[in-house]
């Protein structure tokens, strides 16, 4: 039995041309993702790998802010570190400079002038400390504050105020503090530091030359911050022969837990070195010899600026050699432990530079991590994309061509 089949031309033409722009919407899909260089050029292509590039780009973006704020953060500590080297710089010429006038050749003018430079050399300290960063913030603002850190002198007593919020800000694993502790780095605590002023007032008949050593912390957990007077309360050179006896009485103000008192002998050939122990967390030494009526003070200096101006003062109106060494001891002993204090900040500022160089070279790595899970997402394969344009493109040409073809093929064509 005989099948016919009939089968349309418009039909025929219709369905080519149909494959045709298939063909062509394809290769033009393509085209468009070998040009982006991408897979996933808008969410419908491919909504899961969308949303996950999506998320990507975001933390890379956050990544790049965290990075921009952590180089600003590593310039302003980098700053405090260099300030803070420059005022080391400044504080070994004043020490260079206070141990010269300990002189006994100079006189009290001479001791003036070199006071003048010690003044000079403070004033280069306080405007170091209160140095600002690029963005006009504080570099020893501590916790965070616009104001200028450190004020003074204030009015008798003089002294200096710190206006900032001692601390430091915690770092955390994206960044650094913007600023250094600046009250840990010029201000003193008398448990922590231990920074005294130790200044006499001796009789003046019969001269004599009496010092002190400067202050050491025994027990810090003893220390009241009070301040204290020991006065000599009596010299017995006859009770034992060859020998002297020194009793002495110690004032606390505030008063915690003294009065309190002590004596020592030592051969009356020689001179004296008294240890003084019994201020509750400190010792001193006193040299020299010791006569009744001496009066010795020990004041806790609040900080390093408060060391500096003692040292001025007691160097400028020194009314003799004795008085001038003392006043020497006390400024080069202070001074070490100032720059002990500022030393510990520096190795700070050095140990977030080095954590601030590790969170960078971190997030680079995470940034590179980023980029990856997002060019996997909707990066385009360009071989594969290239040998895919290609397969479509003579796919279409052939379509192109078989429909050529079959526009021929027509009864009216074939009666012709």
Do not use: W
Request: aromatic share 4%.
């Amino acid at each position: 039995m005989t099948s016919f089949m009939r089968l349309g031309s418009a039909n025929a033409y219709d369905t080519a041309l149909r494959n045709i722009m298939n063909r062509q919407t394809s290769l033009a899909d393509l085209q468009e993702n070998l040009t982006a260089g991408k897979r996933v050029v808008r969410p419908s292509d491919d909504p899961t790998a969308a949303a996950q590039a999506e998320r990507a780009i975001t933390r890379s973006a956050r990544i790049e802010t965290d990075q921009r704020a952590l180089e600003s953060q590593k310039n302003s500590i980098s700053q405090g570190e260099s300030t803070l080297s420059d005022v080391t710089d400044a504080l070994q010429s004043f020490r260079e400079l206070a141990a010269s006038a300990g002189n006994a050749s100079l006189g009290a003018g001479e001791r003036k002038s070199i006071a003048l430079q010690l003044s000079g050399l403070r004033d280069q300290v306080l405007a170091l400390a209160n140095r600002k960063d690029t963005n006009g913030l504080p570099l020893f603002s501590g916790l965070g504050s616009a104001q200028t850190p450190f004020v003074g002198p204030q009015p008798l007593p003089q002294d200096y105020t710190f206006n900032g919020l001692p601390g430091q800000v915690a770092s955390n694993e994206v960044s650094i503090p913007y600023a250094l502790d600046g009250d840990r780095a010029f201000m003193h605590l008398p448990a922590r530091d231990g920074v005294y002023n130790v200044s006499l007032t001796t009789v003046t008949a019969p001269a004599h030359v009496l010092t002190t050593t400067g202050v050491t912390l025994t027990n810090p957990s003893q220390v009241s911050g009070s301040a204290y007077s020991i006065s000599i309360s009596g010299v017995d050179t006859t009770s034992v022969p060859g020998t002297t006896t020194v009793t002495y009485d110690i004032n606390e103000n505030p008063n915690v837990s003294g009065p309190f008192s002590g004596s020592a002998s030592y051969p009356s050939n020689t001179s004296a070195n008294i240890a003084v122990t019994q201020i509750p967390g400190l010792s001193l030494s006193i040299q020299g010899a010791p006569a009744v009526g001496d009066t010795i003070a020990v004041d806790p200096r609040p900080s390093i600026f408060s060391v500096l101006d003692d040292a001025i003062n007691a160097i400028g109106n020194a009314p003799d050699g004795n008085a001038a060494q003392q006043a020497v001891g006390q400024a080069l002993n202070n001074v070490d432990l100032g720059m002990n204090q500022i030393s510990s900040v520096r190795g700070q500022a050095g140990d977030l530079l080095n954590r601030a160089d590790r969170i960078s070279s971190n997030q680079d790595k995470r940034k590179i991590q980023v980029e990856a899970d997002r060019s996997r997402a909707e990066d385009l394969d360009m071989v594969k994309g290239v040998s895919d344009f290609q397969n479509q493109q003579t796919g279409y040409q052939a379509a192109l061509q078989s429909y050529a073809q079959v526009q021929k093929l027509s009864l009216f064509n074939y009666i012709s």
